[in-house]
């Protein structure tokens, strides 16, 4: 099996363009194994769909637990993966929306076009719009909730899109979320260290020039933090203590609640960048838990959906 990790960029990005993401090595993150080891999730139920992307369909699978009680909410949830890979069966994707659905928080998770060779910024974005607008338009079939109650979230650069498609709909796209729930989002061309010089050359520089392509790199919807700070709704970051790329999500924080946005940073001790993407991981079940407990506990009032001055739930700066 070819290490993609061990190839020079260019050349994982045409492995991947031509032989597709490889299989995970892992014998234990299949959903019979996922729920054998947690027994809560045997009343998910999953229900495969499309969404009509920018090029064409694009994945997204639903999930709800007839069995709980529900929350009265719902999640829109999408993947990381360096805007290059991911899909809907890793655990970032898979095992994160069976836990939420578990808890009585239906979701909706989407995949989106890869950004190998011609494929760039607003692209991703575009699919991530498509699969948001599919979901409010079938909230009640979906999710059983009015389109008004549904949060969208994403981790990685998952966040990333569900922040910059945050802000196209601020800015007329279409009805905004719920709340946003970016999970170590990468929000800025260099999010090791906001504002400061983009090295073309190290591994953040080619991601980020990969995905916004010739002119996006400074475009604020491709990198919201580069953006304003104002109208998001209530939004819960999720930052890690040993991820490089922690400062970024602290930025954004700072970004919107100077605008007078109402932010909660959930900081998870000890763990790394991709840490929801292995479910055996100590740090990974108490991410999901504080992501869980955040949306169940969402006041779903006009003001607090457009971020206004609304309590924080004792959880500001941290939660969790």
């Known amino acids: 099996m070819t290490d993609l990790r061990a190839l020079p960029f260019r050349e994982m990005l045409t492995h991947l363009r031509e032989h597709g993401e490889p299989a995970d090595p892992r014998d234990d993150i299949d959903t019979d194994s996922l729920k054998r080891r947690f027994p809560r999730l045997a009343g998910v139920e999953t229900r495969d769909l499309a969404v009509d ?3 064409g369909p694009q994945p997204a699978r639903l999930y709800r637990d007839p069995s709980v009680a529900p929350s009265g909410r719902a999640f829109v949830w999408v993947h990381g ?9 890793m655990p970032e ?39 948001w607008r599919l979901a409010l338009e079938n ?27 945050s802000a196209r709909l601020r800015d007329g796209a279409g009805p905004a979320p719920a709340g946003l729930v970016p999970v170590y989002p990468a929000l800025h061309p260099n999010s090791a260290a906001p504002g400061e010089p983009l090295d073309p050359d190290a591994p953040m520089g080619r991601i ?52 007078g946005g109402t932010v909660d940073v959930h900081l998870e001790p000890g763990a790394g960048h991709g840490h929801i993407n292995e479910p055996a991981d100590p740090t990974a079940l108490p991410t999901v838990e504080a992501i869980a ?5 969402l006041p779903l009032d006009g003001d607090a959906r457009r971020g206004a001055h609304a309590p924080t739930n004792g959880c500001e700066p941290a939660c969790g």
Do not use: M, Q
């Open 139 to 165: 909230a009640e079939e979906f999710f059983g909730v009015r389109p008004d109650a549904v949060v969208l979230g994403g981790a990685s650069a998952g966040g990333n899109l569900v922040a910059g498609v």
């Open 53 to 55: 992307g920018a090029r």
């Open 293 to 297: 407990a955040w949306i169940r506990r």
């Open 208 to 259: 980020s020039l990969n995905f916004a392509g010739p002119t996006g790199i400074h475009d604020p919807y491709a990198f919201p933090g580069l953006g304003r700070g104002d109208g998001f709704p209530r939004t819960l970051v999720v930052v890690c203590e040993l991820d490089e790329l922690r400062p970024s999500g602290e930025a954004f924080a700072e970004l919107v609640r100077a605008a």
């Open 81 to 89: 993966g360096a805007f290059v890979g991911g899909y809907l069966d």
């Open 93 to 131: 994707s898979h095992w994160v929306a069976l836990e939420l659905a578990s808890r009585g928080i239906p979701v909706l998770a989407l995949d989106y076009t890869k950004c190998l060779g011609d494929v760039h910024f607003p692209v991703p974005s575009d699919d991530v719009l498509a699969g």
